[in-house]
């Protein structure tokens, strides 16, 4: 089964700060999403990445991939409170399947 | 992307019963997914609905706890059978959507007592 790894699981930054969310996985695979969760709420996509080198940016969030490295990271620039939320990276598998990550909850202090 | 009207939000259940999720697709699709997402947890994947075909499941999960039907491309439903407390989780439906990544259904919160 691929396991799907993040870290940190828990990070409160102060806004105007800068931080990066990482994304380990253990198997070969050419499609990673970022996804935002609100307490109570669904799923936001955010990101889809489906190639090696991919880098995606909207706002203060940008995304990368390096399959060679079986690493995602999702870049926080310039935190501010509106983006305290649950952020969970997602690798997809050959079968069509995804795996989700564990999960970084983010807080933003003011 | 494809929009996934998921019911009921949320109910409140009595240990030993049964409940039913519904989700409706507002287009057709090859495969549908559901998963549970325990308090403070990740996803997990529970199977995959295929139209005409059993639900694969996955480790840990098993048809008599968690049958599924996808009676047609567009809808599928989930039964918590049995219910008891570890049951109370979030359970959640989705679909691929190769543009805007997986689109999930707003999910259905379970609360067993």
């Known amino acids: 089964e691929l396991k799907v790894e993040q870290n940190p699981l828990f990070l409160s930054m102060q806004e105007g700060k800068n931080y990066t969310i990482y994304c380990n996985y253990s198997t070969t695979s050419d499609r990673l999403y970022w996804y935002r969760q609100d307490p109570g709420k669904s799923l936001e996509s955010l990101f889809v990445l489906l190639s090696n080198g991919a880098v995606k940016q909207e706002g203060r969030l940008m995304a990368s991939l390096d399959t060679k490295a079986r690493l995602s990271t999702l870049h926080i620039t310039a935190a501010v409170h509106d983006l305290s939320a649950t952020y969970f990276c997602a690798v997809e598998n050959t079968g069509n399947q995804f795996y989700f990550g564990t999960g970084t909850s983010l807080t933003v202090i003011p | 992307s494809a929009v996934i009207s998921q019911k009921p939000s949320r109910d409140i259940c009595q240990r030993g019963t049964s409940l039913t999720i519904q989700c409706q697709v507002d287009s057709q699709v090859t495969m549908m997914f559901w998963y549970r997402q325990q308090p403070g947890q990740s996803l997990t994947l529970i199977a995959t609905a295929n139209q005409g075909s059993e639900a694969t499941y996955e480790s840990g999960f098993v048809i008599d706890k968690f049958p599924i039907s996808r009676p047609n491309l567009t809808f599928s439903t989930l039964t918590v059978s049995n219910m008891s407390p570890e049951d109370s989780s979030i359970y959640l439906c989705?679909?691929?959507?190769?543009?805007?990544?997986?689109?999930f259904g707003s999910g259905t919160r379970l609360t067993v007592v």
């Open positions: 989705s679909v691929a959507d190769r543009v805007y990544g997986y689109t």
